[in-house]
């Protein structure tokens, strides 16, 4: 049981190239999630999916599309990188509504 | 959408002494609050977590509370150890229970 697997941990991209971030949970959750994290400015949703199926924009969509391939993954895509888009990236899942959040181990993006 | 304020920023206690850290939330609507750890380095982990139909929740030397009228949560940390030295997130789940949005961290340092 590994929980929520994100891929990769580290990448480092030019101005306008674009990455797919692939995030997979085997918990068999509906919701999942991602969010940035930036230094004192916390965790901000980018997008989420509530169910299989469904995705919804959260705080920071702008510069972001996502997929929800199934109910195991869902990736979210940077179709034009810019130096904005330098963070930690964390995919999360949860069973339902109102329940707990697990994170994965994030993803340590750096734009040039 | 909802508006999570967390205070204070930085918090540094002496080894043994009692930590608080304070959450405010702007949605009515939010019901279910989690606190996150996040070691440096790591991903956030979730340590207690409080839903609207109750006032108070411990769990060993931790406690939350929750003032739905005043829409006000904290954290208490009793007999801090070294080991509790990190940064805390609270967060608020938002009105359809997965937007859950965090509040900009308290980093707490125990002085042995």
């Known amino acids: 049981n590994a929980g929520v697997t994100q891929t990769p941990k580290f990448q480092v991209l030019k101005t306008g190239q674009s990455m797919t971030l692939q995030c997979a949970q085997d918990?068999?959750?509906?919701?999942m999630y991602w969010y940035r994290q930036d230094p004192g400015m916390g965790l901000r949703l980018i997008y989420y999916?509530?169910?299989?199926?469904?995705?919804d924009k959260g705080e920071v969509p702008n510069g972001y599309n996502v997929s929800r391939l199934n109910k195991r993954e869902f990736s979210l895509r940077l179709e034009s990188a810019a130096p904005s888009q330098t963070s930690v990236y964390f995919c999360?899942?949860?069973?339902?509504?109102?329940?707990?959040?697990?994170f994965g181990n994030g993803t340590r993006l750096t734009v040039t | 959408g909802e508006n999570v304020e967390q205070h204070p920023s930085t918090l540094s206690v002496q080894e043994g002494d009692s930590a608080v850290i304070k959450c405010t939330y702007s949605?009515?609507?939010?019901?279910?609050f989690p606190w996150y750890k996040q070691e440096l380095g790591k991903r956030p982990q979730l340590i207690i977590d409080?839903?609207?139909?109750?006032g108070e929740k411990k769990d060993q030397r931790i406690a939350v509370t929750l003032n739905k009228t005043a829409k006000h949560f904290s954290l208490h940390i009793t007999e801090t150890q070294p080991e509790d030295s990190a940064v805390y997130f609270c967060?608020?789940?938002?009105?359809?229970?997965?937007?859950?949005?965090f509040g900009t961290g308290t980093s707490l340092t125990v002085i042995p």
């Open positions: 409080i839903r609207s139909n109750v």
């Open positions: 999916s509530a169910s299989e199926g469904t995705t």
């Open positions: 967060a608020a789940s938002g009105n359809t229970g997965n937007q859950f949005y």
């Open positions: 999360a899942s949860s069973e339902w509504d109102n329940s707990p959040l697990h």
């Open positions: 918990m068999n959750h509906n919701s």
């Open positions: 949605d009515s609507a939010s019901n279910y």
